[in-house]
């Protein structure tokens, strides 16, 4: 059994690097079409990606089929979960928006997360540990939410340089190398109210099983507060938006530190968490 | 392969010598068949446009193609050539495919990278085609050299960024709002930079036009013309709600839209992002309108620049451009001399082939003895000393083919192994 367990423990680490590599390779891969402003990424860079993208599904089933479970106890398998998400997402984004850019400002990060998640100490695929229908639907809802709201910055960030292109009058690289002004913030808002829905859907759900499962005031949870506050800050993004009051580059800066604020609960507070951390007290009562 | 091709251009000689040396469309095809009349000349084609006039011609190997093309040009034209030899530029060989191909990519175009020239070349193409003046060597260089025009096209963005002040302004538009489709123009004023503009939005899919002026009239015969609704110049403000890009050019002396009336519509718009074309002088549009969140102004100046800042990048882009030509030049002139060295390739192993098959025949008696098995043994041990003596000239040949070194070392090939010329 341990043999057994040491053994998927190898397969996976080797898949999940196998995956980084390729992650790496579609990212250098789109440099020439940057370099040459072309408006859509080369079929070898997006082959790359779709090739490192199925190892890494690859390593998932490997390891859900050891554990029984796709829930992440650990940083290395939340992240790695999260960059999975992204990179779906990406190759789903593409298909509307077929741009460079989108490669850009997507590849880099996903690059660079799944590096990270690779550079953890591997999990230990004990069987067991968290559980529950409800608790499922809460770690998907919060990676779809978490990879909407990715994507919201992504149009923000090109919204606001795309701006100061053509504030500036002087067309420098990125006026021709991204798009229209109105596609980003249509990337920026379509994928708010995508990020908004499911993290709400997310909070929910995690409230829910929280007060079944948990004991003690798990209402003061550090992670929880901080989701509450990010939840709080697309709340605003989307009812200005709603309302047209709200100026778009004030709303695209909010996205930015948005999504800074998300990285920093889905990482930071971790440690922090007593219930909620990715490492203590595993399962804890 | 003896291609020779003269011309002149924007470049090397004036409009009154180029129309000197034009060559009318609808008598394309006499002039062709005049310059097909001339001894030597096998293939020939001719590209007449208004900024150049190419004739291209392939002849006998021995001929001297670059006389009778000026013959014929005298000739045709009814001129002393000899007046107009310092606006000619002459090509030969691997220069001529060059210059073709870099024709075709618009590489050598007055404006870098603009798209009509490909088409001229097709058209004097097809006309040549259908003239049968192409039939073999330059039928493959300038179909391959449209391709490469394509190739030019489709791989960089040389013919993309707009190059005039009316078409920076649609790029503008469209680099702002994306796809132009319902969405408004208000024209106010007129001039013709600002006609230019509003006619290449409505062909971009703009969708409605206003337009206004001091004198109604005008704006009635101008929205006439745009299909589009004329308003009075007094009210304006009622309508200006409505736009999306403004364009305005009236010469009023003060600003017409003030940073406080920009406010306003933007609120209105729900801060939905607004593009002004200023294009009067003295200015309509507070330039600081454009600090305004999702308010685009773009003055004359501004235009300006953008077209200038374009054309650097069109410049850049001209670069992969060359390089692509390179390739494409290397690729069809191997492509040539590999076809060159198969007759002599061909010579060698029927020469060799001969001198193997009348040793056979001469032992012929001696060899009666040997069974038909041992007779097959000597037959493959005969043609696989040959192949070994083959496989070195052989490669030689077919490696470095096309230049010029090459050329030298296949005469010397076939003076040793004996192959006639």
Redesign the interface.
Known sequence: MLVRGIVEVAVHTTLLWAAVAFYGLALVLILPSVR???PRLSPWSLGALGLGLLLHATALTVTTAQTGRLQPTDVRSALSLFVFTLTAAFFAVYLKYPITSLGIFMLPFVFVLSLISALQPPPSLSPGGLRGGWLLVHIASMMLGYTGLFLTSVGAIMYLI?ESE??S????AF??RL?????CD?LYYRSLVFGLVFLSLGILTGVVWASRTWRGPWQLDPKIVASLATWIIYLILFSTRL????????AAYLAIFGFAAVMVTFLGISFLSSQHGFFPKLGSP | MNLVLAGMNHRTAPVEVRERMHVQESTLVQALKALMGHDGILEGMIVSTCNRVEVVANADDKDDAATTIRQFLSGYHRCDLRDYESYFYWHRQRDAVRHLFRVASSLDSMILGEPQILGQIKQAFLTAQAAGTLKGTLHDVINQALAVGRRVRR???LGT?AVSVPYAAVE?A??????LAGKTVFVIGAGKMSELATKHLLSSGAGAILVTNRTYQKAVQLAHAFRGTAIQFDQIFQYIGQADIIISSTGAPHFIITKDRAERMIAAR??R?IFFVDISVPRDVDPSV?DL??A?V?DID?LQ??VE??IK?RQR?AA?AEEIVEQEVQKMMRHFASREVVPTIMALEEKLNRIRQGEMERFQGRLTSLTPEQRETVEALTQGILNKILHGPITELKSGAGSPEHRALVQVIRRIFGVAD
């Open positions: 040459r402003r072309r795309q053509l504030k009058k002087k067309p420098r006026y021709y798009p229209p002004l109105e596609v249509e309302s047209g009051s709200g100026r778009r580059r004030r | 791989e960089t963005a960024a503008l469209k680099k702002i709002f994306g796809n729900r801060n992002p454009n969140d999702a685009f773009y501004d620049g953008v800042a374009n990048q882009e992969w």
